[in-house]
């Protein structure tokens, strides 16, 4: 609940538009000089990121001996470097871009709405470095191996058929799942907001579950091969968040309801 402590705090944090602007300034100005810093130092370990990036691949092959990939054109592996750095400033440079926004839009909150805004920071990029490392550790090592197994090789009237994959479309590859599944990661941060602002409640998350399980698991059949070890391996966490979910949204329910009761 809102009390007389919390209004004079607002209304002491008001500051004319063109504060507003200046500040607001200031806050990208330092998340774009973490960005930079963070990109020119990942460029400069470009090529060891890249080469983490790609374990799955040489754990599908056997040894780093055997992994073999190949770019087609004279700056594409230039290119893939930047892109490493691009992906990599990113994710390093979060937490500095995180807390700016936080900082520009806490003083317009009310205290106990801090307290409750800081949990989701927390769990947002915690959630997603789960989902990243999920990809990491399961999907692309899945998706490679079935990749490796394909290869035909020549024997009779059979021309051989080898799996070279290109460098940069390997790392599209990676990034793309990576983003994916990190952003599925914050299904319980999303649903929970939704239950604080009163959109969804328990009630309807439980009563969609079996929707919830039939879209899951056609989702895991598009993003991995076809093959009902691979989709359960990606569909079984995501329908644990699912009831992750639900259990965050009741614990919010009960909190608001306490809250209502005035019972601290």
């Known amino acids: 609940m809102r009390t007389d402590a919390d209004e004079a705090e607002i209304e ?16 990208l100005i330092k998340a774009l000089i973490a960005f930079v810093v963070m990109f020119f130092a990942c460029f400069l ?3 060891y990121i890249y080469n983490i990036l790609v374990q799955p691949y040489v754990w599908a092959v056997g040894s780093p001996e055997k992994a073999h990939m190949v770019y087609t054109h004279a700056l594409e592996f230039l290119f893939t470097q930047i892109q490493v750095a691009v992906f990599g400033a990113g994710f390093l440079a979060f937490p500095v871009i995180a807390t700016q926004i936080y900082k520009f839009v806490a003083p317009g909150l009310y205290r106990n709405e801090r307290q409750a ?30 990749s ?6 020549g024997a009779g009237d059979h021309p051989e058929i080898q799996f070279l994959p290109k ?16 952003i599925c990661f914050q299904l319980p941060v999303v649903l929970t907001l939704l239950a604080r602002a009163g959109i969804i409640d ?3 998350l439980k009563s969609k579950r079996r929707y919830a399980i039939v879209v899951v698991f056609v989702v895991a059949a598009v993003l991995t091969p076809p093959d009902v070890i691979s989709q359960i391996a990606l569909a079984a ?10 259990l965050a949204v009741v614990m919010a329910e009960r909190k608001r309801d306490r809250a209502d009761a005035g019972i601290a």
């Open 148 to 153: 490796v197994n394909m290869q035909q090789f």
């Open 202 to 204: 328990s009630t309807f």
């Open 167 to 182: 460098v940069n479309e390997y790392l599209s590859l990676i990034m793309t799942l990576i983003f994916a599944f990190g």
């Open 45 to 47: 370990g470009a090529k």
């Open 12 to 27: 002491a944090s008001r500051a004319p538009l063109l504060e507003h602007l200046i500040e607001l300034r200031g806050r």
């Open 237 to 246: 966490p995501t329908l644990i968040l699912y009831e992750i979910s639900i």
């Open 117 to 146: 805004f800081l949990p989701y920071l927390v769990a947002t990029p915690v959630l997603f470095v789960l989902g990243a490392l999920l990809v990491y550790f399961v999907a692309m090592p899945l998706l490679m191996q079935f």
